[in-house]
């Protein structure tokens, strides 16, 4: 029954026909949320965490799932891989083609005071030498591009990636334009249409 749910939730993630609620997600890797810390220089056969996050959530639309692929290229080893989405399950390794996939179970995380959501964290030991760990598209061709995600709602959203890692090196860009976009409050509009009237 659980393998069942898993393959309902991720055919809607990753196949539904619906907007959500987030258009601007964004997800980036990070040594020390919420910090946004890009960088890291630990010596060798010493380890360190990396943090998936995303942010940008949108009103009220919260975060259940997605999928990445992630490209390494110091030298080291991946320990573990853990998926930190409430009652979540994930499968595939983040490494491997084409990915790993993750979802939260019933209840569906909503973004913290820092607006982000921390979904899932890898530990690496680190052998030496200089090089960065990327955020991919996860490598499920079909239906979509790789980059879907599912809001609370089962609608299907999709993220940009606003940061990578560098180790013992200057972090990959991430995309362009992956920007957090802000709603105009109601307030706002309210003044401006007084000016108008």
Not at 88 to 112: I, S
Not at 119 to 147: D, F, M, N, Q, S
Not at 159 to 180: E, F, M, Q, R
């Amino acid at each position: 029954m659980r393998y069942a749910l898993v393959l309902v939730v991720v055919a809607l993630a990753f196949g539904s026909a619906f907007a959500g609620t987030n258009p601007d997600i964004r997800i980036y890797l990070d040594a020390d949320p919420p910090n946004m810390i890009s960088r890291v220089d630990p010596a060798a056969s010493e380890q360190f965490t990396v943090s998936v996050v995303v942010d940008c959530l949108g009103e009220g639309g919260g975060f259940r799932g997605t999928g990445l692929l992630l490209e390494r290229t110091f030298t080291g080893f991946k320990l573990s891989q853990t998926n930190l989405l409430p009652a979540g399950l994930d499968f595939g390794d983040a490494e491997v083609d084409p990915g790993w996939t993750f979802v939260a179970g019933p209840d569906c995380p909503m973004p913290d005071e820092n607006d982000m959501v921390v979904i899932g964290i890898l530990e690496y030991l680190y052998l030496g030498g200089p090089g960065t760990l990327a955020i991919r598209p996860h490598g499920l061709v079909e239906p979509g591009t790789g980059r879907e995600a599912l809001d609370c709602y089962y609608a299907s959203d999709y993220w940009c990636i606003v940061g990578n890692l560098g180790v013992g090196a200057d972090a990959p860009p991430g995309d362009a334009d992956c920007d957090c976009d802000t709603p105009v409050e109601e307030s706002t509009w309210g003044s401006i249409k007084a000016f108008y009237r």
